[in-house]
């Protein structure tokens, strides 16, 4: 594996930025100092450059089934990963669905087997907690993946009525155990009857084109959820992650909660950040291409998610990386127009695995609304802090794995298609020019993507993620 030494950056971690060189040695980084007379085997100038800690994106669906194995998202673990490299992100956590006829147990099993097969980055995996009556000794599942596998956080659906959501006894069991282990329970966060009734309200009225999927999912059923997730929490004493949160008014939930001393956490996206519903409105069946759950809102209701991102209330900035094509490879089942003109049967999700670190650079560095080591928490160490990775990923220290950006904060760069390493055959920041980009990312020390854009991983080097107890705090 050689030695590389980073010299005459910025290292940039989540409470502090300082000039330093980096020295890493067999995939640890064993050195920071200054005007250092280290040697190396490679050694990478990042003079007028940030050097940051490699981004953790803490919920992707790479290879994912959905609508009943059905169809599935076109990125598989490779293609996913490669992408995620080439963005700057140098570890993903992901979801594992039971699979019909398998118990969650034997499905985890399998899902990590394929991640380790073709993941070029390191990887983690959230286990989902299906309904009672799909599995009865699901909680059985639970207690040998925590102890055994790896499985330091589970995803409870509070959306989706007869396929994937739990009720409220299902949900206070489960947050019982988790705290009882010390995993995390994670929600998604929405009223499933509520988007059921207004979905079939909307269909009956003969509003089925694509666009009217943001009607049915609306901020209430957002809110009303969160709100009902931190008080079932709370009620048993257990922490609470919140992944995707859409809309300002769920966040601010969740800001509520933290100030009144709740454990409660809260993911966001980008695509909530940067795209609006005034985006595709307008579109018809190429609305799809914007569709995922929650949905894309509302212009005006950006600044409400921004302004938690900067006061601490919410927590990460991930992607729910789900994406479809909008054309139909002949190697892939039905993607995003398989029924045109009826939004319920559009699957749901949007690409962004390459895109985090850059959107969230222009839209927060960039415009002044948050600084680099704000950045980084969201991006890096916090997500590796709730998820059980600190401190060997999230941070540039001694000791902590060689996972590094060479950030180029000055840099011209415009998002396109063509230009991004995703399976999808479009890109929902198509022509947005950046100003920051990673121009150098190391993986435990191995050199993936170079200032060419070069790229050097091969499947099967990412390794399962080593997860212990979440720092809550």
Not at 271 to 283: H, R, V
């Amino acid at each position: 594996m050689g030695s590389t030494l980073i010299s005459n950056g910025t290292v940039v971690n989540a409470d502090s930025a300082i000039r330093a060189d980096v020295l890493v040695r067999d995939g640890r980084i064993v050195a920071l100092g200054i005007g250092s007379d280290w040697t190396a085997d490679h050694v990478i100038d990042a003079t007028g450059k940030l050097v940051i800690p490699g981004g953790i994106d803490a919920h992707t669906h790479l290879e994912y089934p959905i609508d009943g194995f059905t169809t599935r998202t076109a990125d598989d673990f490779y293609t996913g990963t490669v992408a995620a490299a080439h963005g700057g992100t140098t570890t993903i956590l992901d979801f594992v669905k039971k699979e019909p006829g398998r118990s969650l147990y034997d499905t985890y099993l399998r899902r990590r087997d394929a991640a380790a097969e073709r993941s070029v980055v390191d990887f983690g995996l959230h286990a989902i907690v299906p309904p009672r009556d799909q599995q009865p000794d699901v909680l059985d599942d639970l207690r040998r993946l925590a102890a055994g596998e790896g499985a330091a956080s589970w995803k409870f659906f509070m959306a989706y009525p007869g396929t994937q959501m739990v009720d409220d006894g299902e949900l206070l069991e489960g947050f019982e155990l988790a705290l009882e282990l010390g995993v995390l329970p994670m929600v998604h966060a929405e009223n499933g009857h509520m988007v059921a009734r207004e979905t079939q309200r909307l269909v009956d009225s003969g509003k089925t084109a694509e666009h009217f999927h943001a009607t049915a999912h609306g901020h209430d059923s957002e809110a009303e959820a969160v709100h009902r997730a931190i008080v079932l929490a709370d009620s048993v004493g257990a922490p609470l992650y919140v992944v995707h949160v859409s809309s300002a008014a769920a966040a601010e939930e969740i800001s509520r909660a933290r100030a009144d001393g709740h454990r409660v956490w809260g993911e966001t996206c980008p695509q909530y950040l940067q795209i609006a519903y005034e985006d595709y409105a307008g579109l018809g069946e190429k609305a799809a291409a914007y569709l995922c759950s929650p949905p894309i809102r509302e212009r005006s209701n950006q600044e409400g998610l921004w302004k938690t991102l900067a006061t601490g209330a919410m927590a990460t900035v991930a992607t729910d990386h789900a994406g479809f094509c909008m054309h139909q490879p002949d190697d892939l089942p039905p993607q995003k127009l398989r029924s045109p003109g009826y939004f319920p049967k559009v699957p749901n999700g949007v690409p962004g695995i390459e895109d985090r670190l850059m959107v969230l650079w222009e839209g927060g560095v960039a415009s002044g609304r948050i600084d680099p080591c704000r950045f980084v928490d969201l991006v890096s160490t916090r997500p590796a802090k709730l998820f059980g990775l600190f401190p060997r990923k999230g941070i540039v220290a001694v000791g902590a794995d060689a996972d590094l950006v060479v950030w180029d904060p000055q840099a011209d760069h415009v998002i396109t298609t063509a230009g991004t390493h995703m399976r999808t055959d479009y890109n929902l920041y198509e022509g947005l020019r950046v100003t920051g980009k990673p121009v150098h990312v190391l993986s435990r020390g191995d050199h993936l993507v170079d200032a060419s854009g070069s790229f050097d991983g091969a499947a099967g080097r990412g390794s399962f993620a080593d997860r212990g107890k979440p720092y809550l705090f």
